[in-house]
């Protein structure tokens, strides 16, 4: 049976994964890092359920709830890399998402871009936890957001983009 806190050798790997030192902190994401925050609508219009990752316990802030998400490849630009996070950590196609904007953390030396986007017209999302990294990804509707021990980064920008949502 895996130990649930150290990380299983089976992990997506590429050039960008490792640790940088940004002032007095470490960021993970050698090139930044970039994460998709899909949303699926009320018939309003209304963001309704949000598609959130809970991390998996051997993972930095482990236990917490964030959006799928990780470090960028040599050369990849943050939406690529956030659409290739959620298909690895969570099954979303690619092609079932409409990006709508970006919102973008900037440190010193490191970069973290949200990735904010609708379900595509006509399509169908169903997360799943398609990898080590996550303990669950699931559709988490607005309302219980309150309820959940969200990731520290993630909680703070959460009011910033839910208005990128309209």
């Known amino acids: 049976m895996p130990n649930p806190i150290l990380p299983p050798a089976n992990l997506h790997r590429h050039d960008g994964d490792g640790w940088i030192t940004c002032e ?3 960021h993970w ?3 930044g890092a970039a994460g998709l ?3 699926r609508r009320d018939d309003g219009g209304a963001p309704a359920d949000l ?3 809970h991390r998996a316990l051997w993972s930095h802030m482990g236990g917490t709830w964030g959006i799928p998400g990780g470090a960028l490849a040599p050369g990849e630009e943050p939406t690529a890399g956030a659409l290739r996070e959620a298909e690895e950590e969570a099954a979303i196609d690619p092609a079932a998402v409409r990006v709508v904007g970006t ?3 900037e440190h010193p030396a490191w970069s973290y871009t949200t990735v904010v986007a609708d379900v595509a017209p006509g399509a169908r999302v169903e997360p799943r936890a398609a990898d080590p990294e996550s303990l669950e990804v699931r559709w988490v509707g607005v309302d219980e957001l309150g309820g ?9 920008a959460l ?5 990128l949502l309209g």
Request: no cysteine.
């Open 37 to 39: 925050l899909l949303v």
């Open 51 to 53: 598609v959130l990752q």
């Open 148 to 156: 959940l021990e969200l990731l520290p980064a993630f909680g703070e």
């Open 29 to 31: 994401g050698l090139f």
């Open 103 to 105: 919102h973008v953390l």
């Open 159 to 163: 009011p910033r983009l839910l208005t």
């Open 24 to 26: 007095d902190h470490r």
